[in-house]
């Protein structure tokens, strides 16, 4: 078990952000008011921050910012639902008993730091966080997992019924993706010059020469002005969707060996020769059977969850800023 990552630094790149309230949260009722618990801008970055730290990686400008801001709301939205559980486990007079939590720091003490505590004091110290603060963020781990184990009650083994309709609803997660290995001659047509005729004169000639004999990779060299003229017009293997619509359904129609008719598309004319073919195969229904168990109790799960917290929600007082 290892100390979860404690993240206090602003977002980099961002100046600093002074803290405040992001949500106010009550499961309170008449006849079990409970103090608002206040959810800060701060606990959000925390949150957010390992996340955000990748996504800036990947994405920049205003795609990033819209990023960020999912990112941000996801976690947000987490926290009240984390303390919307804590509240509903105090309103039912529940209690983690002191040796639960005194067991769990032990063991966190032996796992990360070798049993020795004042490596972890100071470790907690170095990251700003008291040990009674870790106490109360290790104590309300526990009440959610107690919670959501009390509320969430899973079944361990889907139906048969349901595991062969979501077999035949998803037939295409259980095919392996076709590929061929493909070759192309590209002749532009110049219709701009008025060399359409000319051009489509030039694909029949070179396809006339194919099918007596001619090397395809050598006449693509020659001929073809796409980008893999100097490799003799070899895509290598191409899966579908990769490739305009009937450039598509000739190359995967074609058997291996073959070389297709001139396709004329979108003002240009094709020759496709088809080195080999892989993919396309069907997983059967029982080799696929735990996958899908497996995939619809997780599932269900889920759905039991969110109708659970849905619940909390409706009840709740939840205000953002």
């Excluded at 490596?119 to 870790?134: D, H, V, W």
């Excluded at 509320?151 to 997660?173: C, G």
């Excluded at 396709?263 to 020769?273: A, M, P, Q, V, W």
Aim: charge should be neutral.
């Amino acid at each position: 078990m290892n100390i979860p990552p404690i993240c206090r630094a602003a977002y980099s790149a961002e100046p600093a952000v002074v803290d405040g309230v992001a949500a106010i949260v009550s499961l309170s009722d008449e006849k079990n008011p409970t103090k608002p618990e206040v959810i800060t801008y701060s606990q959000v970055r925390e949150l957010v921050a390992p996340r955000e730290k990748v996504l800036r990686t990947q994405y920049t400008g205003a795609e990033l910012e819209e990023r960020l801001k999912e990112a941000r709301d996801a976690a947000l939205k987490d926290l009240i639902d984390r303390q919307l559980i804590i509240q509903a486990f105090k309103k039912d007079n529940y209690q983690v008993p002191d040796h639960y939590v005194e067991e769990q720091m032990h063991d966190i003490i032996r796992e990360s730091f070798g049993g020795d505590r004042n490596t972890f004091i100071k470790t907690l110290e170095a990251q700003n966080y008291t040990l009674g603060e870790f106490k109360k963020m290790e104590t309300e781990k526990m009440i959610v997992s107690a919670m959501r184990s009390k509320n969430v009650k899973k079944n361990t083994v889907a139906s048969p019924a349901k595991v062969e309709a979501f077999y035949r609803a998803h037939i295409d997660q259980f095919t392996s993706k076709q590929e061929v290995k493909l070759r192309m001659i590209m002749i532009p047509s110049h219709a701009a010059d008025g060399e359409a005729a000319a051009q489509r004169a030039l694909a029949e000639e070179i396809f006339t020469k194919l099918n007596n004999g001619a090397e395809f990779d050598r006449l693509a060299q020659i001929y073809s002005e796409d980008s893999t003229r100097e490799m003799g017009g070899d895509w290598g293997w191409v899966e579908r969707k990769t490739l305009a619509g009937p450039i598509e359904k000739t190359a995967f129609s074609l058997s291996t060996g073959k070389i297709s008719h001139v396709i004329e598309y979108n003002g240009n004319y094709y020759i496709l020769k088809v080195e080999g073919k892989r993919g396309g195969d069907i997983k059967s229904l029982e080799s696929a059977r735990p996958e899908i168990e497996k995939l619809l109790v997780q599932q269900e799960a889920q759905d039991l969850q969110e109708r659970w917290l849905a619940s909390l929600r409706s009840k709740a007082y939840i205000k953002t800023f």
